[in-house]
């Protein structure tokens, strides 16, 4: 096990697998984000992400609002804009404000595949614990298929692609699932772009959970040696 009040020093716990991938791959956006907790706010790729979320969950679970969904899209088109109104790059700004209602078209197809199975949640919170040190996140949609729970993740991208973190995220989320439901999880990536979609199933190895652990074992290194923030800044 893990001395977790190394974790407790930094305010650190409960921890996430967003501040171990950031740790891991944005140590100077972890260091500001996460030891000196400045928030930096999102940008508008990150934000189409959580509104498109936001108008799937409303049409699985047949809220009337999408009945008249040009109404629906101009209404996110509007927030978006509404919500960046001083952002520095507004050329940016109108092209997600754009990818809006393509975005969402391209999720038509989980809508058929899944739509007439019991929505389980969205945004469901999950705990479990790694070497001792205790985690928190969110889940996408989870479906209940009496047996078995799957778990799609939307991941919003202006290019197809996939990227190995994801996976390292998924099995977070089903190691917490597995304990809290005592049933089999499945979890897939459902990845859209303005023009295409993809379902990526996962096939978890051994090598996950130890490429995992070594992440933690190597935060948990790091911040033996410091006291403050500007050790670590260091």
């Not at 934000?47 to 969904?69: A, F, P, Y």
């Not at 058929?112 to 919170?125: A, I, P, V």
């Not at 996976?167 to 190691?175: A, E, F, S």
């Amino acid at each position: 096990m893990l001395d977790k009040t190394v974790f407790e020093k930094f305010d650190l716990l409960p921890m996430s697998y967003s501040k171990l991938n950031s740790f891991s791959n944005f140590p100077c956006q972890f260091i500001i984000n996460k030891i000196y907790k400045v928030d930096t706010g999102a940008n508008p790729a990150m934000r189409v992400g959580h509104l498109v979320e936001e108008m799937l969950h409303l049409k699985l679970k047949k809220d009337e609002l999408i009945e008249d969904e040009e109404f629906l899209i101009e209404m996110y088109k509007k927030r978006l804009k509404r919500e960046f109104e001083d952002y520095h790059d507004q050329d940016n700004l109108k092209k997600y404000i754009s990818y809006i209602p393509q975005f969402y078209k391209q999720c038509s197809p989980l809508f058929e595949k899944l739509g007439n199975y019991k929505l389980h949640s969205y945004q469901e919170e999950i705990k479990t614990n790694i070497l001792g040190i205790d985690f928190i996140g969110y889940t996408d949609f989870i479906f209940d298929l009496d047996d078995c729970l799957f778990v799609y993740d939307l991941k919003t991208k202006a290019r197809m692609a996939t990227n190995h973190s994801e996976y390292l995220q998924q099995w977070v989320y089903r190691k917490a699932l597995q304990e809290k439901y005592n049933k089999p999880v499945h979890c897939h990536l459902y990845i859209v772009t303005p023009k295409k979609y993809h379902i990526e199933d996962i096939e978890f190895s051994d090598d996950i959970e130890i490429e995992i652990h070594n992440k933690l074992k190597g935060m948990t290194s790091m911040l033996q040696k410091c006291n403050t923030p500007e050790d670590i800044a260091l």
